[in-house]
């Protein structure tokens, strides 16, 4: 009985160190009210926002299509530059068939740079456009929560075997952060729908002019 006892004694404490133990395991953000300063991981964001990588991997597939469809304007002009091979330099249907290849090759050329151009553009309005949504979280997460100062920041592990990494390492402007990372916060506020209005106050884009 005793035995019994003593067994549940020890396994209460040991819930209720464990349970203090998760208490006192702070939030990331848990001290960027209490500082007034936050960091935030931008190409994070990015990199796991839903709606930003939905509407990528839908210009994606339709990338993928378009090149199927170049692919097949360039087999028709390659089977019509084998088939100007059977003529003689200097018949007719030779002729003929090097002004309908030159034709075509002038068509495919412009069909596609005027799809890469298309998509390029389309690509830089989606980054835009998500840039202005990150930055308006962002905004907004500051103003609810006091924070007077946001700093960009990239919280990628380091891989010392590679030179790019260790240089982004050396580079980095936050050498060390307390508990002031709100990038899950606002990473969570975006794919819940963003700010209330999808933009935040007109306040906080006021900027001040150094003199």
Do not use: W
Not at 22 to 29: E, K, V, Y
């Amino acid at each position: 009985m005793r035995t019994l006892l003593f067994s549940a004694l020890v396994s209460g404490c040991f819930i209720s160190f464990a349970g203090e133990s998760i208490a006192q395991q702070a939030s990331p953000s848990a001290n960027a009210s209490r500082f007034g300063v936050a960091v935030v991981d931008v190409t994070y964001i990015f990199k796991n926002y839903q709606q930003f990588t939905s509407a990528l991997d839908g210009m994606k597939t339709e990338m993928e299509t378009a090149e199927g469809k170049l692919k097949s304007d360039r087999a028709a002009i390659q089977s019509k530059e084998e088939q100007s091979k059977q003529y003689n330099p200097g018949s007719p249907e030779h002729k003929q068939l090097d002004e309908e290849i030159a034709r075509l090759k002038a068509e495919f050329n412009l069909t596609a740079g005027r799809i890469r151009k298309d998509f390029l553009e389309r690509e830089a309005k989606v980054y835009y456009q998500t840039y202005l949504e990150v930055s308006n979280a962002v905004q907004y997460y500051a103003q609810q929560h006091n924070i007077g100062l946001v700093v960009r920041f990239n919280g990628d592990q380091v891989d010392p075997n590679l030179r790019e990494d260790v240089l982004r390492a050396i580079n980095k402007p936050v050498v060390h952060q307390n508990n002031i990372d709100i990038t899950p916060d606002v990473l969570a506020l975006l794919n819940r729908g963003g700010t209330p209005g999808g933009v935040a106050p007109a306040a906080s884009n006021r900027q001040t002019t150094r003199r």
